[in-house]
């Protein structure tokens, strides 16, 4: 009897346009709950109810996948199974041409899907809409590297690539070094020129004292880069330097040959104190992020709007999303706030927590670290 039942079952399943759409075409998802359907089934016979008896331009076309569903028997997962080659057509208004191909189809999931790919293929055309050329960076955390990535033509993907792995075979380089140094147009085995302000612990103890140690010394850059001094030794640094002076113990009265006195009162950093903040920092501040100091805000410590004033004691330097989230009023903590602890910059976690020093490779080659570790060392 059991048996019977269950085959009683799947019969009328088999029928879902006459046996369930049909009778159920006027009730609302809340009516259909009501009568004992679950909440996701409600919404899966509301919605085909709508598309096979409610209202529409193409009645015809309506009918016909009507009468051709109930035909080859099919239920609510073939149906399903169809809108989802309808929701892929470029031209909305041409989904009744997919229901009547692939109603008139064996309610057999298999020949569906191939029915279904032919009747899209052929009403959206061949060709392809492709994606917009782009160019993108990433930060390889806890590291020295970046990840590029670099979508064009596959055409010119492939041309580029063949020609990287010529020259980094007759040059005995990695393919991402040989990549880089193609693009740059140097080929040379030179780096481009860089501009950005370099800090360097001019000490044998911090640098290394044999010259493997040396060439694997890593120098931080206010980009937000960092890079080994043995490829440092081949840019082509611009012709003027930056001499930074700092108080290794409390981390004040830092001199950038000082041109003119701050201003406590004004409401914005000058470019002294935007040069001092990059130094001292060289990334963000917030615990592991790795925006340089060139793409970052001065932020004051303490709010401007309470009373903090405009000196490089108070000032840091936060990327536009940490600065956004930072919170200013403390009495209202939601994601933390910085604070100058020590004579350094720290995040501290708004619901308590010890306050996280940010320990980005770059990070750790800010000038006040750097002095401190040479004290330490000479120590």
């Not at 000032?315 to 999303?321: E, G, I, Q, S, W």
């Amino acid at each position: 009897m059991e048996t019977s039942r269950g085959f009683d079952f799947l019969a009328l399943y088999s029928q879902s346009v006459t046996c369930i759409l049909e009778p159920y075409q006027d009730l609302s998802v809340t009516q259909l709950i009501a009568r004992g359907s679950s909440p996701r089934l409600a919404k899966r016979i509301h919605c085909l109810a709508g598309i096979y008896f409610g209202t529409t331009s193409a009645t015809v076309k309506q009918v016909t996948c009507r009468t051709a569903a109930i035909s080859n028997r099919h239920n609510l997962e073939t149906l399903e199974l169809i809108e989802t080659y309808v929701r892929k057509l470029k031209d909305k208004h041409k989904a009744w041409q997919i229901r009547v191909g692939l109603t008139a189809q064996p309610a057999n999931v298999h020949d569906i899907h191939a029915r279904g790919k032919q009747l899209v293929a052929a009403i959206n055309g061949t060709g392809v809409e492709n994606p917009k050329k782009a160019v993108s960076t990433r930060r390889v955390k806890n590291s020295t590297m970046k990840d590029l990535c670099v979508r064009t033509s596959s055409h010119l993907v492939t041309q580029a690539i063949n020609a990287a792995k010529a020259y980094a075979e007759k040059e005995h380089l990695d393919l991402a070094d040989a990549i880089c140094q193609l693009i740059l147009g140097n080929a040379t085995g030179k780096v481009a020129t860089v501009t950005p302000a370099v800090i360097v612990p001019l000490n044998p103890d911090v640098l290394g004292v044999t010259p493997a140690e040396r060439a694997h010394a890593v120098l931080s850059l206010t980009d937000g880069s960092v890079m080994q001094v043995k490829d440092f030794t081949q840019v082509q640094i611009t012709a003027f330097g930056l001499a930074l002076t700092v108080n290794h113990i409390t981390g004040e009265d830092l001199g950038l040959f000082r041109l003119d006195p701050e201003d406590p009162d004004a409401r914005f950093a000058d470019a002294y104190q935007r040069q001092v903040l990059r130094l001292i920092n060289p990334v963000c501040v917030a615990d592991g992020c790795g925006v340089g100091a060139d793409y970052c805000q001065p932020h004051h410590v303490v709010a401007f709007k309470h009373g903090g004033k405009t000196t490089t004691s108070n000032l840091t330097m936060l990327c536009p999303y940490d600065n956004g989230r930072n919170d200013d009023d403390r009495d209202r903590p939601l994601h933390g706030h910085v604070e100058k602890i020590g004579g350094l910059d720290m995040w501290v976690p708004a619901f308590g927590g010890k306050p996280k020093l940010n320990m980005h490779p770059c990070a750790q080659g800010g000038a006040i670290r750097l002095a401190r570790k040479m004290a330490t060392l000479n120590s």
